[in-house]
């Protein structure tokens, strides 16, 4: 089946450390992977899109890495703030490319 | 623009009761979808539609109907509401294909049944 998996259920850093969040995904390459934020109480919101020949995206204190050979995505946020606090989901396209694939999602906490 | 919007908000079923979520968007996308969410579980796909009249299911669609009668609409329906349909529910829309192109989310709708 289709997976795509995200390690930790939870992260906690202090602000101003850069938080480093793991995706991965089992059978196909996809060709491209997609991050959404969702706050609690709200629906996921779109953040970032990469392509698999980007290798790197960024958005302001945002970095988004795609490694094809490890199957995995990185998801970086920079000098992290308090307002980072979220839970952060991948998710990839399913082999038709009609719907997403979402991973379960990683709660990040950013404490002052 | 609203963007995607979900109809109601909240809502309590007893055992057995039927209900429709209605979800409406106004950027006049191709593709919608009806996910929900739980616990330790994710999003989960229920079904979807690639456009007006058409309908297609998604990983967890049993227990539930959709129809897509209008291209800004996407209604879901839960025809004898079970405790285990207890779940956060969400919508979202996206222009064309999901591969490449962002989807949408509304707001949510949290259900329970008791």
């Known amino acids: 089946s289709q997976k795509i998996e995200q390690n930790s259920e939870a992260l906690n850093i202090q602000e101003g450390k850069t938080a480093t969040l793991t995706c991965n995904y089992t059978?196909?390459?996809?060709?491209?992977l997609q991050w959404y934020r969702q706050d609690p109480g709200r629906g996921p919101v779109f953040l970032l899109l990469?392509?698999?020949?980007?290798k790197e995206k960024r958005k302001e204190r945002l970095k988004v890495t795609f490694d094809t050979t490890l199957k995995q995505s990185l998801f970086h946020i920079t000098a992290s703030q308090p307002a980072d606090s979220a839970t952060y989901l991948c998710a990839k396209a399913n082999q038709a490319g009609t719907a997403l694939i979402f991973g379960k999602g990683t709660t990040l906490s950013v404490s002052s | 623009n609203a963007g995607v919007t979900q109809t109601p908000k909240f809502r309590v079923l007893k055992t057995g009761q039927s209900m429709t979520l209605l979800c409406a968007q106004d950027m006049n996308h191709e593709y919608m979808y009806w996910y929900r969410q739980d616990p330790g579980m994710g999003l989960r796909l229920i079904h979807y539609?690639?456009?007006?009249?058409?309908?297609a299911k998604g990983e967890v669609p049993d227990g539930y109907n959709v129809s897509r009668l209008k291209k800004q609409n996407f209604l879901l329906g839960l025809e004898s509401a079970a405790p285990s349909q207890t779940s956060v529910y969400f919508c979202a829309s996206s222009n064309l294909g999901s591969s490449y192109n962002e989807q949408f989310f509304g707001p949510g709708t949290r259900l329970t049944v008791l």
């Open positions: 539609s690639v456009g007006e009249g058409t309908t």
């Open positions: 059978n196909y390459s996809p060709a491209y």
């Open positions: 990469i392509r698999e020949n980007e």
